[in-house]
């Protein structure tokens, strides 16, 4: 065993405070060091922190639905001791075009009646209508002669274009005989009439002379 050596001498008082001081400074660099480092590395590390954090859902826009569902009223109308009248509706008429009548069909005399120029199945009787004046104005009769053509016509036929005489056979308005005699058909009044004009003035001269002989005859 060494023994201890008597000739070490101890340390200074003033060596052991300037120890003791430095090594305080030491430690409260060190402590402010790495509060520095902690708040360096926070600062680097918060704005990630924060954009990862969830963020609250905006809120969306209003529908109009919702609108109108929030402005939405209950409203219960009640009257009491009040008549409803019904409603008055106004009234029209209906025009419903009647159907024309139809055109008769000309009918057939018997076999005992005398044929027209046709010489089939019996006469055509006139179903087209018109008038008098209508008739001798197509038939080219001069109106100077219409009184002398409706006096004998009147006594002859009565204005009937269908008029027959069934034992002599003579037909239409001058009861022409035979009535095979009129070109076209005996029962047309406008054939009629050009046929009688044809015989009054080729009989008689004109219209004036059949008058005057039917006058004194009754006939002509």
């Not at 019996?122 to 109106?143: D, K, N, R, S, V």
């Not at 056979?169 to 070109?183: D, R």
Request: glycine residues 14%; hydrophobic residues 35%; contains cysteine.
């Amino acid at each position: 065993m060494t023994p201890l050596r008597d000739d070490v001498s101890p340390m200074p008082a003033s060596a052991t405070l300037s120890a003791r001081s430095g090594s305080r400074r030491r430690g409260v660099v060190g402590f402010f060091s790495a509060l520095a480092v902690v708040g360096f590395a926070a600062a680097m590390v918060a704005p990630t922190g924060v954009a990862l954090a969830e963020q609250p859902l905006a809120e969306g826009p209003e529908s109009a639905y919702a609108a109108a569902l929030t402005e939405t009223q209950n409203l219960t109308v009640t009257v009491e001791g009040a008549e409803i009248a019904p409603i008055q509706r106004g009234t029209f008429s209906v025009y419903v075009t009647p159907k024309p009548t139809p055109t008769p069909t000309p009918s057939t005399a018997s076999s005992g009646d005398s044929g027209s120029g046709s010489g089939g199945g019996g006469p055509l009787f006139y179903t087209g209508g018109g008038a008098p004046a209508e008739w001798m104005a197509a038939a080219g009769i001069a109106e100077s002669d219409w009184g002398y053509v409706d006096y004998i016509v009147s006594r002859e036929s009565g204005w009937n274009p269908n008029a027959t005489n069934r034992s002599s056979g003579a037909c239409g308005l001058v009861q022409a005989l035979p009535c095979s005699k009129v070109p076209g058909n005996g029962y047309d009044p406008v054939d009629n009439l050009r046929w009688a004009t044809g015989y009054a003035t080729g009989r008689y001269g004109s219209w004036a002379g059949a008058h005057a002989f039917w006058t004194n005859n009754h006939w002509w």
